[in-house]
């Protein structure tokens, strides 16, 4: 129900009253932007006076020339939210498992020096990478991610910072997967940790790359990590913390997988590229050629005497790809 004043005219004669009007197919914010003179009333005798209730229905033509805001659009991406608002902060638990390690170890190495890098963490989490980076010196660092649960858990490791480098770091909740323009002077870097394997097709990968690329400043780069395409010829990981199930081959043709973690019984939906579908990609949204990192194991790892990694290194579970914007 919504309560405006309205100028009403009978034959001869003219009414200035509030009326109280019900049953529009909007709701409240809408109808603060919203003409009533261009509604269409019932025609059906009515009592006039304060607080006169009339039924009404807008021209359905009327929407069409309207200011009135439609439900927001969302990506593909956007359906597996879900998934991540319900591992939040359980996802620390993934980032310890022995796949965890390599995934930080070989990230580490591929960032480098980030003394003074203006930073956009892309797909962020619970921002393992957003504190690691202004923890080594970065000016400022922007976490975006879809989960509100992975939000949730950045900004509870945000507070438990010194001032000094959480007042550095600023997160978000938006959808990674449309077209996203964070700051219009953009980034040094971008970071994307599993944040391309999200692309539901390839439309979509070309999105997020046109994401990376508005984003970032003339000569900056982007660094990312995605799945390995060759991991499947070993489905179980599971010394390593870690199973991969095949579910089906898209039209496009990568593949669509389950990951589950033993660490916390975490499991998520993925995709899996061979390099080219990125290649392709990253070329078509208008960034530089792509070059592959290699992977890196945990630093004196005694496990690698061992024979702990033996499997992992003929088909490790990531790659790391980095691309640089036109200066």
């Given at each position: ?271 899996i590229r061979l390099h080219g579908l990125y290649e392709k990609a990253a070329k078509e949204a208008g960034l530089g050629e792509i070059r592959w990192r290699p992977y ?32």
């Open positions: 129900m919504f309560t405006a004043p309205l100028r009403f005219f009978r034959p001869s004669v003219e009414y200035n009253l509030t009326i109280r009007i019900e049953a529009l197919p909007l709701d409240k914010n809408s109808l603060d932007s919203t003409d009533l003179k261009s509604a269409h009333f019932d025609p059906d005798p009515i009592e006039l006076g304060d607080n006169t209730i009339l039924h009404s229905y807008l021209d359905p033509l009327y929407r069409e020339k309207s200011p009135v805001p439609r439900s927001p659009a969302r990506s593909p991406l956007h359906k597996m939210s879900t998934q991540y608002d319900q591992i939040g902060t359980r996802h620390k638990s993934l980032e310890d498992s022995p796949v965890g390690e390599v995934d930080f170890e070989s990230t580490l190495k591929a960032l480098g020096n980030v003394s003074g890098l203006k930073v956009l963490d892309l797909a962020c989490g619970i921002g393992r990478w957003s504190k690691w980076l202004v923890n080594n010196g970065a000016k400022e660092v922007v976490g975006i991610d879809i989960s509100e649960g992975m939000i949730k858990g950045a900004k509870e490791m945000q507070a438990a910072l010194s001032y000094e480098l959480a007042q550095k770091l600023a997160f978000g909740v938006k959808d990674c997967g449309l077209p996203l323009t964070v700051e219009e002077d953009g980034f040094d870097l971008v970071l994307g940790a599993w944040y391309l394997s999200n692309a539901s097709d390839h439309k979509g990968l070309v999105t997020m790359f046109r994401n990376i690329l508005v984003n970032l400043r003339p000569g900056g780069r982007f660094l990312g990590i995605v799945p390995n395409a060759f991991v499947p010829m070993f489905s179980s990981y599971e010394i390593y913390g870690l199973r991969m199930d095949m579910n089906e081959q898209a039209a496009e043709g990568h593949w669509r997988c389950t990951l589950s973690y033993k660490a916390d019984n975490i499991v998520f939906k993925t995709n890196v194991l945990p630093k004196g790892d005694q496990r690698e005497e061992q024979g702990f990694w033996d499997e992992f290194k003929l088909r490790p579970h990531l790659c790391l790809l980095e691309c640089y914007k036109a200066a």
